[in-house]
Each structure stands twice: as C-alpha cells, then as structure tokens.
C-alpha cells in the first residue's frame, strides 16, 4: 500500500526566506508523486508532479521538488517566500499501475511572516 | 475553458438524511474522482468513475456511491448521513492515460448537524 508521510504539520518562515516542505512516500512500484497547496476555502490547485523523467521538477510559482529515490523523499523548496505562499501543501503519491488514485499525506500549512 | 465545477459549494444536512453533490469535469476530461477531506486532514479518495462505471473504490461504506452521466458529469450520493460524514467532498477530473494530472474544483462544504 502507498503512503505519503509530511514532516511538520506547521512550518512558519519569514518573507525572503527559504522554504522547504518535507515529504517523504512508500510505495511498492515506481511512483509518481504531486504538490498541491489550497488556498483557504479552495480546492486543490496542481504546483508540480514527478513522473520518472527528470529529477528535479520545475512547477509553478517558483517552486520546485527533488525526487531521492534512496531517501524516499519528495521535498517542495522556494528560494525566497512571498507572503501569497501562505497556504496548506499536500503531497500526494500516485501507483500508475492501477490507475490514478491519489494518496495524500496530512498536509503543511505554510505561515510567511513579513 | 472552465475547470471543474461542484454543486452546490454549501449544505447543510441532519443526521439519517441523504444528499447528492454534483461535479462537472473539465471540459476534455473523461474520468471523475471524488475525495473527502475532513478538518485538518488531507483529501481521502472515495471512488472513481470512468466510462459511467466505478473503476476503483477506497476505504468507504456502501452508504457512498456514486453514478457518473454519459456526458461525463457525476454524481456523489451519502445515504443515513453521520456527524462523521462533515467535510469537504472534492471532485477531480483527469483525462484517462494521462499520467495521473488531476484537476480538482473547489469542493462542496457538508456540515451534518
């Protein structure tokens, strides 16, 4: 069975700084993993996927994810925090094997302070 | 080009009532997810539809189905609500053999009373 485990369920950094989502996932075959961040009272808006291509994923608004197969990780960084990044990040985890379901972990709500 | 659409985006309900929550696909898309994200949680995978059939279900009673429309909308139906079925339900469209890219709408908010 698949799972998504993120590290800190509360990350609080200061506008201009670095932000790093921690994300680490089990699965039994080559997964493909996500970023989503929902803005208050929203749905799920997409910021990046993995799927077996390049390591290091580009997404939106500056945000990018390093897949460490030997770690098991899938962090989210930004190398300067704006205050519209404050939000709650998901990381999901997807088996390409048996269709598209996703596995969510419990989600980080990411507060920018200026 | 409208992305996933929900209905309604509130509703309030009593214990033992039933309810049907609508979602409408992104224009394209022809497979349909539904979530359920209680407080403080992250989304739990309910079913999903494909080709009007339910192609994968979670960890959900039978009191939770669900139908989805030739013109690939759906349906998510609750029957004998619980205090516990109060969440967020999204939808999530997906085009089949995609690689998994999900587009969610902005949820339907139940409060079961």
């Known amino acids: 069975a698949q799972s998504v485990t993120q590290l800190g369920s509360h990350v609080s950094v200061s506008e201009g700084a670095l932000v790093l989502l921690r994300c680490n996932y089990s699965?039994?075959?080559?997964?493909?993993l996500f970023w989503y961040v929902q803005y208050p009272n929203q749905g799920l808006q997409l910021l990046l996927k993995?799927?077996?291509?390049?390591?290091l994923v580009k997404g939106i608004n500056g945000f990018e994810a390093e897949f460490k197969k030997s770690e098991t990780s899938f962090h989210l960084t930004k190398p300067s925090a704006h205050m519209s990044d404050a939000a709650e990040y998901f990381c999901?985890?997807?088996?390409?094997?048996?269709?598209?379901?996703?596995?969510f972990g419990a989600g980080t709500i990411l507060r920018v302070k200026s | 080009d409208a992305g996933v659409t929900q209905s309604p985006t509130h509703l309030i309900k009593t214990r033992g009532q039933q309810v049907t929550l609508r979602c409408s696909p992104k224009?394209?898309?022809?497979?349909v997810s539904w979530y359920q994200q209680a407080l403080g949680q992250g989304p739990q995978f309910i079913f999903q539809?494909?080709?009007?059939?339910?192609?994968q279900r979670g960890n959900f009673p039978d009191r939770f189905s669900g139908h989805q429309f030739p013109n690939y909308s759906s349906e998510l139906n609750v029957n004998a609500l619980l205090l516990g079925d109060s969440a967020l339900y999204l939808c999530?469209?997906?085009?089949?053999?995609?690689?998994?890219?999900?587009?969610f709408g902005a949820g339907t908010r139940l409060s079961v009373l």
């Open positions: 993995y799927t077996s291509a390049a390591t």
């Open positions: 224009s394209g898309h022809d497979t």
């Open positions: 999530a469209s997906s085009l089949a053999g995609t690689r998994n890219i999900q587009y």
């Open positions: 699965s039994s075959v080559p997964p493909y």
């Open positions: 539809y494909y080709e009007e059939e339910e192609r």
């Open positions: 999901a985890v997807s088996d390409a094997e048996y269709g598209n379901k996703l596995v």
